[in-house]
């Protein structure tokens, strides 16, 4: 049986990314760490680990349903921070904006794949997009670079991916996505 690293996430878009990726950069010249590739940035809203093809398809199944009527919804990248706090071991952007929309997203989801039979083990949810991880420690009192205002965007849809792992790093793609409206 074959298995998928799966998890639902927003995608963002590629002039964003391109923004992101930009001051990812400037961080990974400052300090040792491995940057998220700029066509892997994206905000994870459930991670559903490693599922059969079945699955995969009943889950296709549950979001096409689960989804509608709900509304999309704007949101921004806020200021990056480290985490966790204590030892840190990456960096993030913290998400800003209709954060208590996107928090209803999250339940929603995991409401329908709960009540049609999809065990979940993790749901802890901080909205977050990833800019790397750290190759050893962190200098206290770092500050990482602003976004800038011009990084508002819309949630108007949400994707399920398939997580491939690699010596590389991961390798994100997009299995069905499912409009919001």
Not at 108 to 117: A, R, T, V, Y
Request: hydrophobic share 35%; net charge positive.
């Amino acid at each position: 049986m074959s298995l998928m690293r799966l998890f639902i996430g927003l995608d963002l878009p590629g002039n964003l990314k391109e923004k992101i990726f930009v001051v990812s950069q400037k961080i990974g010249k400052e300090i040792p760490c491995k940057l998220v590739e700029k066509e892997n940035l994206h905000l994870t809203l459930v991670f559903l680990g490693e599922r059969t093809t079945e699955e995969s398809e009943r889950i296709k199944e549950i979001l096409s349903e689960g989804t509608k009527g709900f509304k999309n919804f704007y949101l921004r990248l806020g200021e990056g921070e480290f985490f966790p706090a204590g030892r840190p071991r990456g960096i993030w952007l913290k998400i800003e904006g209709e954060t208590d929309k996107l928090r209803q997203l999250h339940q929603k989801i995991i409401d329908c794949l709960s009540k049609n039979g999809i065990q979940l083990k993790d749901l802890r949810f901080i909205p977050h997009c990833c800019l790397c991880r750290l190759k050893g420690k962190v200098e206290k009192g770092m500050k990482i670079e602003k976004m800038g205002p011009e990084n508002r965007f819309a949630a108007e849809k949400i994707t399920l991916f398939e997580s491939r792992l690699s010596l590389k790093g991961p390798t994100y793609f997009k299995l069905q996505e499912f409009d919001l409206e």
